[in-house]
C-alpha cells in the first residue's frame, strides 16, 4: 500500500504540477524573443530557479521552462519591467532573463 501511495504520488508531481502561480502583475509582463527588444529599454537582470528533478527524475523540461518564465515575470514587477527575455540557457533548473521596459 505504502509503494502504491509512493508511486501515485511520484506521478503527480511528475506529470505537470504548476508549482509556480503568476502574480496578477506578473501576468501583464510579456516574453519576447531576444531579437524583438532591442529597442526596448534594458532595466536588469532577473535569476531564477525551480526544481528539475524529483528524486532521481527529471522533470518535463517544458513545464520547468514554463516555471521559469512565470517567476521571472513576477519578479521582472520589481524593476517595473513590462517585457522579458531570455539570455541564458536552463541550466540544473538555473535561467537569467534581462527586464525591459518596451511599451
Known amino acids: 500500500m505504502?509503494?502504491?501511495l509512493a508511486s501515485l504520488t511520484l506521478s503527480?508531481?511528475?506529470s505537470g504540477c504548476a508549482w509556480v502561480t503568476p502574480t496578477t502583475?506578473?501576468?501583464a509582463i510579456a516574453y519576447l524573443p531576444a531579437?524583438?527588444?532591442q529597442s526596448c529599454?534594458?532595466?536588469?537582470r532577473v535569476s531564477v530557479e525551480t526544481v528539475n528533478k524529483v528524486v532521481l527524475l527529471s522533470r518535463d523540461p517544458k513545464i520547468v521552462q514554463?516555471?521559469?518564465?512565470t517567476m521571472a515575470k513576477n519578479e521582472a514587477?520589481?524593476?517595473k519591467a513590462d517585457t522579458i527575455?531570455?539570455?541564458s540557457e536552463i541550466k540544473d533548473g538555473r535561467q537569467s532573463f534581462l527586464a525591459y521596459r518596451c511599451r
Not at 66 to 69: D, G, S, T
Open 2 to 4: 505504502k509503494a502504491l
Open 12 to 14: 503527480a508531481l511528475l
Open 25 to 27: 502583475r506578473g501576468q
Open 35 to 37: 531579437d524583438q527588444v
Open 41 to 44: 529599454q534594458k532595466l536588469g
Open 66 to 69: 514554463n516555471e521559469l518564465i
Open 77 to 79: 514587477v520589481v524593476l
Open 85 to 87: 527575455a531570455q539570455e
